[in-house]
Antibody, heavy 117, light 107 residues
C-alpha cells in the first residue's frame, strides 16, 4: 500500500522559507511517476504547486515559480518543497501526492502551515 | 493557464437523487480530466480519471463523461457518504489546474 506523509514546521514567520518533506512508503520513488505538491488555503479550493519526476525534472506553477523549489532524495524515498518569502497568503494545508499521468492517486493526509509572526 | 469552471458551486440534494456536476475548460483538453471527492479535514480522493474511467474501488454509481471542453460527473443515486466537495482537474497542460469545487450538501 502506497502511503505518503508530510512533515515540517506548522508555523513559519513572514518573509521566511517554508520547508516540507514528503516521505513515501510502499513504493520506491526510483520506480517512476511524478511526485507533486498541492495546497489548499482554509475554506478554499485546491492549487497545484508543482511536481518532480523521479529523475529530478520539475514543473512549477508559474504563479509561484520564482519562490518554489521541489527536490527529491531517492536514497531516503522522500521529496521536498521549499517556498521562500512567505506571506499570510501562503497559509494553507499542504498536500503531497503521487502524480500518475491521469491524476493524483495517492495523497498524504496534509499538513497545515500557518504564516504568522 | 487553462481555467476550469465548475457548476454549480453549491448543490443541495437528497439521498437517492441523481446529481450532475459540470466542468468546463477554457480550451480543449481532450480527455485529460480527473474528478476528486474531498470530505472535511481529509485529502482529496481520485474518483475518475481520463474523463470517464472509474478509479479502482470507487462505487459504480459515479460516472464521468465528456471530452474537449465540457465534462460531467454524475452520481446516479446519492448516498449519505457522498456528501462532500468535488473538484475537477485538467492534466493536459502545465500548470495543472483545478476547478473551484462543487459542495454537495444534504437537503
Amino acid at each position: 500500500q502506497v502511503q505518503l506523509q508530510e512533515s515540517g514546521p506548522g508555523l513559519v514567520k513572514p518573509s521566511e522559507t517554508l520547508s516540507l518533506t514528503c516521505t513515501v512508503s510502499g513504493y520506491s520513488i526510483r520506480s517512476g511517476y511524478y511526485w507533486g505538491w498541492i495546497r489548499q488555503p482554509p475554506g478554499k479550493g485546491l492549487e497545484w504547486i508543482g511536481s518532480i519526476y523521479h529523475s529530478g525534472s520539475t514543473y512549477y506553477n508559474p504563479s509561484l515559480k520564482s519562490r518554489v523549489t521541489i527536490s527529491v532524495d531517492r536514497s531516503k524515498n522522500q521529496f521536498s518543497l521549499k517556498l521562500s518569502s512567505v506571506t499570510a497568503a501562503d497559509t494553507a494545508v499542504y498536500y503531497c501526492a503521487r502524480d500518475v499521468s491521469s491524476g493524483s492517486d495517492y495523497w498524504g493526509q496534509g499538513t497545515l502551515v500557518t504564516v504568522s509572526s | 493557464d487553462i481555467q476550469l469552471t465548475q457548476s454549480p458551486s453549491f448543490l443541495s440534494a437528497s439521498v437517492g437523487d441523481r446529481v450532475t456536476i459540470t466542468c468546463r475548460a477554457s480550451q480543449g483538453i481532450s480527455s485529460y480530466l480527473a474528478w476528486y471527492q474531498q470530505k472535511p479535514g481529509k485529502a482529496p480522493e481520485l474518483l475518475i480519471y481520463a474523463a470517464s474511467t472509474l478509479q479502482s474501488g470507487v462505487p459504480s454509481r459515479f460516472s464521468g463523461s465528456g471530452s474537449g471542453t465540457e465534462f460531467t460527473l454524475t452520481v446516479s443515486s446519492l448516498q449519505p457518504e457522498d456528501f462532500a466537495t468535488y473538484y475537477c482537474q485538467q492534466l493536459n497542460t502545465y500548470p495543472l489546474t483545478f476547478g473551484g469545487g462543487t459542495k454537495v450538501e444534504i437537503k
